[in-house]
């Protein structure tokens, strides 16, 4: 059984991780919570499942959809967090928080007028379902690519900001609006660019994690929301490793609480631990202060 | 977001011509007789309130044509939208009292009846469970009715039917924990499975709005039940047989009422193949109308009605019997009519109140096969 519950915590902390690599992206720039972002994870994974429905292949629904995502990413910029940036309302600031709930909300009724309130699950044989095996634990084709994609997407995203002039851009955007300009850095076009890859990243978990459960409805985001949260503030808010890390650590505690202890407190001996954890660390596993370190 | 939807429903076809024409008549005595209808449409049990309106709405139709009879009596029906809410229940019920409802019809979930129904029973104001399955509904107030079978009724005709088939000696149940629809469930297998010479070898939890199962069902695994039995709504029980299927459980399975919807072949597929469910009804059931109420439902809705449907409807046929019977002006009325309304055919078969206004019927014990609902032989 443990090798089954090991591989059970893995990849649920996939699901987990997945999910706050692009919520702990923006935080990390703006020193902002986007609450919109489980909304765009929704969005995007109903985009990707009408493709689907429609005879679109799936990874080629899967790349559209994550452009869509993108896209609703900066149009959410646009339209929630850009005009209180000109009216100098910035980061930790509770005015483009709501801004993001506002935006959420919205984005959640146009999709249940269009899809209606039942989650729809995936066509038969359109999505991956082969089961695998290693030891004793089974796993299935998309559990492991919910696993491989959030590990590919932690290196490439942490590659970008170390190692490329948009990385740059973007940790001295984090850093300093003011002095990134002074230096000639475009600091609306790096925090477009920035809401487009957190959007792309958040589309591309929703669209996953859609496919792994073979249902995609209205509440998703908001169900696994709550979750991020906590992933990104245990790994360290901003902190793209950390996100990844607090991702697997809370798939590992939920699994094992259930595997060894009871299911009727899986979530409170969870989150009890993450508690510990930050009552030692309270800037997180890989935070270096809070916050601010993309 | 409410999606509230008015529906006026006439004279009946041949009793309100002639009152009409005479200018007499119950429809010229007695002004519109407001019920109130509140099921969730939106939201985590937004399948099952969705059925329960359409199926209304055919019914209201129905009446107005007459091929449901009430005695010539307008009524005036509202069909509320409680998404998923016992707070919106509870608002849309009292704004209900306050414009002269005589009936309320739902809500749609036990949870939320055990915290609205109350304030009806204050109100003086009587209400017909069409959904509500957990033990101790009616016995709120002396004028909460419900048409549709308690699990308490169900649940030890399917277990006998999986002793009988299947030789079960063993069971593990999860169910949610945090739902009065999904623990009625745990409660009343729990309670029964050891009745009938089950051992219960595990029980795990959930809650609702959970994606993921596997640990639950590894740990039920190595428990090695002859039967699993679900207590889920229709979004988790698909995962949960989906992901039963992953980690390499493939015996016997019980759904719980939650299983008692289409949406759990539409999400589960196959893996819904093979589970019985203790039914109050299911679409090729040989009862009163049937199959009249499934070919206009189908064609109106393109899609089949399922239980929660076919509850709501032969909740309106009982209702508007009871109107026809005793002539209720008032919510006073009305209840004294629903404890005098006898026997009456409906599509859920004949249907008559026991002394606690629970139903007085038989469930079916049925198994999804081929991705529909037949008859567990």
Request: overall charge neutral; hydrophobic content about 50%; proline content about 3%.
């Amino acid at each position: 059984m443990f090798d089954q519950q090991l591989a059970n915590g893995i990849f649920l902390g996939a699901v987990y991780a997945l999910f706050a690599v692009g919520y702990t992206l923006i935080f990390g720039v703006l020193d902002i919570l986007n609450l919109a972002h489980s909304a765009i994870f929704m969005a995007s994974s109903f985009v990707a499942l009408a493709l689907v429905r429609h005879g679109v292949p799936f990874w080629a629904a899967f790349l559209a959809a994550t452009m869509f995502g993108g896209a609703l990413s900066v149009v959410l910029d646009r339209v929630a967090f850009a005009p209180l940036r000109a009216r100098g309302v910035g980061g930790g600031a509770l005015g483009p928080l709501i801004s993001s709930i506002a935006f959420g909300i919205i984005v959640v009724s146009v999709m249940r007028g269009i899809f209606g309130p039942d989650e729809i699950g995936y066509p038969s044989g359109s999505v991956p379902t082969a089961n695998l095996h290693l030891g004793h634990a089974s796993f299935t084709a998309m559990d492991l690519s919910v696993l491989l994609v959030s590990l590919v997407m932690m290196i490439l995203l942490s590659l970008l900001l170390k190692a490329t002039p948009l990385g740059r851009a973007i940790r001295a955007v984090a850093e300093n609006t003011k002095a990134a300009s002074l230096l000639g850095i475009n600091v609306e076009h790096t925090i477009g660019l920035t809401f487009l890859i957190a959007g792309a990243l958040g589309a591309a978990a929703g669209i996953l994690i859609g496919a792994q459960f073979n249902a995609v409805g209205i509440l998703m985001g908001q169900r696994i929301e709550l979750k991020g949260l906590a992933v990104i503030i245990l790994g360290g808010m901003g902190s793209i490793p950390g996100a990844v890390l607090g991702g697997f650590l809370l798939g590992l505690l939920e699994v094992f609480s259930v595997a060894y202890l009871s299911s009727s407190y899986r979530d409170a001996i969870a989150f009890a631990v993450m508690f510990l954890i930050l009552i030692v660390r309270p800037s997180g596993l890989l935070g270096k202060r809070a916050g601010r370190t993309a | 977001m409410r999606n509230i939807t008015r529906v006026l429903i006439a004279t009946a076809a041949l009793g309100g011509t002639l009152a009409a024409a005479t200018g007499a008549g119950l429809a010229a005595s007695h002004p519109d007789l407001k019920w109130t209808a509140i099921f969730d449409s939106t939201g985590p049990a937004g399948a099952y309130g969705t059925s329960q309106k359409n199926a209304l709405e055919l019914a209201a139709a129905d009446i107005d044509a007459g091929k449901i009879e009430s005695g010539g009596q307008k009524i005036s029906i509202d069909i509320q939208d409680s998404a998923t809410s016992p707070a919106q229940v509870i608002n849309i019920m009292q704004s209900a009292f306050g414009n002269g409802t005589s009936l309320i019809v739902g809500p749609t979930l036990s949870s939320e009846a055990f915290k609205a129904d109350p304030l009806a029973v204050k109100a003086n104001v009587p209400v017909m469970g069409v959904s509500n399955t957990a033990n101790g509904i009616t016995e709120m107030g002396p004028c909460v009715f419900r048409n549709s079978l308690s699990e308490a009724q169900i649940v030890p005709d399917v277990i006998e039917a999986a002793k009988k088939s299947w030789h079960v000696k063993t069971a593990a149940i999860i169910y949610g924990d945090d739902d009065q629809f999904t623990k009625a469930d745990y409660t009343i297998f729990n309670a029964d499975l050891p009745k009938a010479g089950v051992k219960v070898v595990d029980v795990e939890t959930f809650h609702k709005g959970d994606v993921d199962f596997k640990a639950q069902l590894t740990k039920i695994k190595e428990a090695k039940p002859d039967v699993i039995v679900y207590g889920a709504l229709y979004a988790e029980g698909a995962k949960l047989l989906d992901q039963a299927r992953q980690v390499g459980l493939h015996g016997h399975e019980i759904g719980g009422n939650g299983f008692n919807s289409p949406q759990i072949i539409a999400l589960a597929g196959k893996a819904a193949d093979g589970v019985i469910v203790g039914a109050a009804w299911y679409a090729g059931a040989e009862t009163n109308g049937n199959a009249a109420f499934v070919k206009n439902y189908t064609a109106k809705y393109s899609k089949s009605p399922d239980q929660f449907a076919a509850q709501a409807y032969a909740g309106a046929q009982i209702a508007a019997a009871a109107v026809k019977k005793s002539h209720p002006a008032d919510a006073a009325g009305m209840c004294s009519a629903l404890k005098q309304v006898g026997s009456v055919q409906t599509v859920i078969g004949p249907f008559k109140f026991a002394s606690t206004r629970d139903a007085d019927a038989h469930g079916f014990v049925v198994q999804i096969k081929n991705g529909t609902f037949s008859k567990f032989e």
